[in-house]
C-alpha cells in the first residue's frame, strides 16, 4: 500500500455542486495533516490544515478520520475559481517528522 | 513579500552537462527542502535541511547534491545530468517541522 494514496479524478462538477475528496495513509503513527491547491504550472499553496476535530473555512471543510486513516476535503457552493488540483500531505513521526509525504493529487474542473 | 524566490526558472541542459538550482527564503525558516514533480507520480522530496548546517535525503537523492549555504538559502547540484531528471523542481521552507511554502518552481528539460 502506497503511503498517501487519493483518487486522482478528473472530478468534473457543476457550479455549485459540493465535491468531496479522501486522501488515505499508511502510517498511524502520522502527525500532521494538510490539504494543498494547486494550479496549472504554478506551485502548491497550503488550502487548509486538518486538525482532529476537523475544521472549516468558508465553503471548506478538512477532516480527520485517525481509525480509518484517511483525511477529507468537502468544498461546498462550487465556483469556477475552485478548479485546480488539490493534493493531500502527511508529516510522519519521529526521524520521519520533517518530511511530508504528499499524494498525487485529484483534478478538479468545475464547469459553467 | 518575496517568501520563497528559485532561480532559474526554465532551463535546458544537454546530457551530462551541469546546473545549480538555487533558492533562497526570506522568512527566517530553519528547514528546507527539495522536491520533484513528475506527471502522474506527484510531489517526491529529493533532499531536506531540517535546520542551517544539516541535509538529509528524502526519497529521491541519487544524482543530487545540496548545500545549505546559510540559513536563508539551499541549493540543488545536478554534477552530470540524465534526460530522468527532467523534471520540475520546487524548492520549500518551514519553521521546523510545520507548515511548508513553496517557491514558483523550476522547469528543467535535460536533452
Given at each position: 500500500?502506497?503511503?498517501?494514496?487519493?483518487?486522482?479524478?478528473?472530478?468534473?462538477?457543476?457550479?455549485?455542486?459540493?465535491?468531496?475528496?479522501?486522501?488515505?495513509?499508511?502510517?498511524?503513527?502520522?502527525?500532521?495533516?494538510?490539504?494543498?491547491?494547486?494550479?496549472?504550472?504554478?506551485?502548491?499553496?497550503?488550502?487548509?490544515?486538518?486538525?482532529?476535530?476537523?475544521?472549516?473555512?468558508?465553503?471548506?471543510?478538512?477532516?480527520?478520520?485517525?481509525?480509518?486513516?484517511?483525511?477529507?476535503?468537502?468544498?461546498?457552493?462550487?465556483?469556477?475559481?475552485?478548479?485546480a488540483t488539490y493534493l493531500c500531505a502527511v508529516r510522519g513521526?519521529?526521524?520521519?517528522?520533517?518530511?511530508?509525504?504528499?499524494?498525487?493529487?485529484?483534478?478538479?474542473?468545475?464547469?459553467? | 513579500?518575496?517568501?520563497?524566490?528559485?532561480?532559474?526558472?526554465?532551463?535546458?541542459?544537454?546530457?551530462?552537462?551541469?546546473?545549480?538550482?538555487?533558492?533562497?527564503?526570506?522568512?527566517?525558516?530553519?528547514?528546507?527542502?527539495?522536491?520533484?514533480?513528475?506527471?502522474?507520480?506527484?510531489?517526491?522530496?529529493?533532499?531536506?535541511?531540517?535546520?542551517?548546517?544539516?541535509?538529509?535525503?528524502?526519497?529521491?537523492?541519487?544524482?543530487?547534491?545540496?548545500?545549505?549555504?546559510?540559513?536563508?538559502?539551499?541549493?540543488?547540484?545536478l554534477e552530470s545530468a540524465a534526460p530522468s531528471q527532467t523534471?520540475?523542481?520546487?524548492?520549500?521552507?518551514?519553521?521546523?517541522?510545520?507548515?511548508?511554502?513553496?517557491?514558483?518552481?523550476?522547469?528543467?528539460?535535460?536533452?
Open positions: 500500500r502506497k503511503e498517501v494514496e487519493q483518487d486522482p479524478g478528473p472530478f468534473n462538477v457543476p457550479e455549485g455542486a459540493t465535491v468531496a475528496f479522501n486522501c488515505t495513509y499508511s502510517n498511524s503513527a502520522s502527525q500532521s495533516f494538510f490539504w494543498y491547491r494547486q494550479d496549472c504550472r504554478k506551485e502548491p499553496k497550503l488550502l487548509m490544515s486538518v486538525y482532529s476535530s476537523g475544521n472549516e473555512d468558508g465553503r471548506f471543510t478538512a477532516q480527520l478520520n485517525r481509525a480509518s486513516q484517511y483525511i477529507s476535503l468537502l468544498i461546498r457552493d462550487s465556483k469556477l475559481s475552485d478548479s513521526s519521529g526521524a520521519g517528522s520533517y518530511q511530508l509525504t504528499f499524494g498525487k493529487g485529484t483534478k478538479l474542473s468545475v464547469i459553467p | 513579500n518575496a517568501g520563497v524566490t528559485q532561480t532559474p526558472k526554465f532551463q535546458v541542459l544537454k546530457t551530462g552537462q551541469s546546473m545549480t538550482l538555487q533558492c533562497a527564503q526570506d522568512m527566517n525558516h530553519n528547514s528546507m527542502y527539495w522536491y520533484r514533480q513528475d506527471p502522474g507520480m506527484g510531489l517526491r522530496l529529493i533532499y531536506y535541511s531540517a535546520s542551517e548546517g544539516t541535509t538529509d535525503k528524502g526519497e529521491v537523492p541519487n544524482g543530487y547534491n545540496v548545500s545549505r549555504l546559510n540559513k536563508r538559502e539551499f541549493s540543488l547540484r523534471s520540475v523542481y520546487f524548492c520549500a521552507s518551514s519553521e521546523l517541522a510545520s507548515i511548508q511554502y513553496f517557491g514558483a518552481g523550476t522547469r528543467l528539460s535535460v536533452l
